[in-house]
């Protein structure tokens, strides 16, 4: 099980894509979790049984504390890694890093092209610190993936990011499927097209067995039955798990299903952490898997469940929608049709 807290809205880059529309280093603090109400809510998130626990933001290396709570998930049990767009891990960070617990480092990386990288993440330095973060992070022995969000202008280097994340050292590469959502939900027109999405994940999936290191599609549940059609063992075996094995917590203590997903399950400072995840009215909804056709219906439902933020986002918030960015269903429903 695994819970993402989003530690701050601040954010030292001002990316496209941006689900929290994070930016500024100077943007008001007020309402996030303070360092107690942090630790409350490690402890609060072993006690409802989660293993892994992601700090992200914005971005999380702007967090004073940051190294008290890591030490502090790490004394629990927890598994804590981040996600982070490395340029703030100077050789002092990576050392401190390791020194509290951090267990990995997932590190934002959009292009080979240092240009097209830059001018996406809004910082002409973007690139350079962001290598050299991970040069900081291989020195002092700190695990680290390499995160790369997939648009129609660098779909097209995607395999290549792969074998440049071997080079690099990663112990993984998570390809992301954008949602639009945030600042996002304005470059809509850039996401990639159904059928170029299945494609896409046929040729990661086979990737996947030509390479180290671990490949995970991420927002693109359809990567399970792609895997399966395709007869690739995998050790991943279910894809959207928004609800079921995973959540979000927003930088002021809101829960949510995921990133991309903008329903609250609840607010910290009215319950606690393991009441919402066990009671909340939104998850045991999500846990019926009882989602409309073609989803509701499909022989992958059980590895797929589709993705549970793009129903919501295409069909007037309805999470329980099918997931219209999946060639599979398309050809469900017209085989019905028919």
Known sequence: MIVSWMTTNRCNLKCKHCYQDAEGT????????????????????????????????????LRDDIFELVAHAA??????????????????????????????????????DE??????????????????????????GLPFQIHTTIMDWNQGELLDVIDFAVKQGAQAHYPFFLIPVGRGKYIAETSIKVLENEELIESIMQKSTEV????????????????????IEMR???GCLAGLTYCIISPNGIVRPCAYMMEPAGDLR?????????????F??????????????CDYKDGCGGCRARAAFYHDGNFMAADDYCAHGKKLLQETAN
């Open 270 to 282: 009215e319950q606690t952490f393991d009441d919402i995840w066990a009671n909340s009215k939104l």
């Open 115 to 140: 240009c097209k990288h830059n001018e996406f993440r809004g910082d002409q330095d973007a690139y350079r610190l962001t290598l050299e973060g991970m040069k900081h992070c291989r020195e002092v």
């Open 284 to 297: 045991k909804t999500l846990r019926t898997q009882a989602y409309d056709t073609p989803c509701g219906t």
């Open 26 to 61: 100077d943007a008001s603090i007020e309402e996030e979790l303070t360092t107690a109400e942090g630790k409350a809510l490690i402890d609060q998130i072993v006690r409802a049984g989660f293993k892994i626990m992601i700090f992200s933001g914005g971005e999380p290396l």
């Open 212 to 231: 180290p290191i671990g490949i995970k599609p991420t927002c693109a549940p359809q990567f399970v039955r792609i895997a399966r059609q395709l007869g």
């Open 75 to 112: 004394s629990k049990g927890l598994r804590p890694v981040f996600g982070t767009n490395g340029m703030l891990i100077t050789p002092e960070v990576a050392r401190r890093l390791k020194e509290a617990g951090a267990a990995a480092m997932g590190i934002s990386l959009d292009s080979l």
């Open 236 to 238: 991943y075996t279910r």
